[in-house]
């Protein structure tokens, strides 16, 4: 894991959460979209989580990235927070996503990468149930 100073805030969040059960996640259960810009411009990223067997699992993906499994699910105050990791280039890459709810429905959306070396916000929408 990338060392990562004391001052990045999400991903201490994200070090000292809790595993999320299915009754903290449930606002969160279903599939996402989320429109984040970063320093090289924007980002579209898809999220899916849902309940297993009790437990809340996860994938991620993008245009860049195949789906890949959440390896981490916790909350941190009301924030869901999510770990993956992917190569890049040839080097490994942790990850951290944050979604924390806002007023009005609105989700706010954040990918840390590499501890802070790459950060991106946005929004996140979830998909509605197809009737």
Same mark, same amino acid.
């Given at each position: *894991?990338?060392?990562?100073?004391?001052?990045?805030?999400?991903?201490?969040?994200?070090?000292?959460?809790?595993?999320?059960?299915?009754?903290?996640?449930?606002?969160?259960? @279903?599939?996402?979209? &989320?429109?984040?810009?970063?320093?090289? @411009?924007?980002?579209?990223?898809?999220?899916?989580?849902?309940?297993?067997?009790?437990?809340?699992?996860?994938?991620?993906?993008?245009?860049?990235?195949?789906? &890949?499994?959440?390896?981490?699910?916790? *909350?941190?105050?009301?924030?869901?927070? &999510?770990? /993956?990791?992917?190569?890049?280039?040839?080097?490994?890459?942790?990850?951290?996503?944050?979604?924390?709810?806002?007023?009005? $429905?609105?989700?706010?959306?954040?990918?840390?990468? !590499? $501890?802070? !070396? /790459?950060? *991106?916000? $946005?929004?996140?929408?979830?998909?509605?149930?197809?009737?």
């Amino acid at each position: *894991m990338p060392t990562v100073a004391a001052s990045d805030s999400s991903f201490v969040a994200f070090t000292q959460a809790g595993q999320v059960t299915p009754q903290q996640a449930a606002p969160f259960i @279903g599939d996402w979209t &989320l429109a984040l810009q970063g320093p090289n @411009g924007p980002g579209t990223f898809a999220v899916s989580l849902k309940v297993e067997k009790e437990k809340v699992v996860g994938e991620v993906s993008s245009d860049q990235l195949p789906k &890949l499994p959440v390896t981490s699910i916790s *909350m941190a105050d009301k924030n869901l927070v &999510l770990g /993956y990791s992917f190569t890049w280039e040839g080097n490994p890459v942790e990850a951290v996503i944050t979604l924390t709810p806002g007023t009005e $429905g609105k989700t706010a959306a954040q990918i840390d990468f !590499a $501890g802070g !070396a /790459y950060v *991106m916000t $946005g929004t996140a929408t979830k998909k509605e149930k197809a009737p």
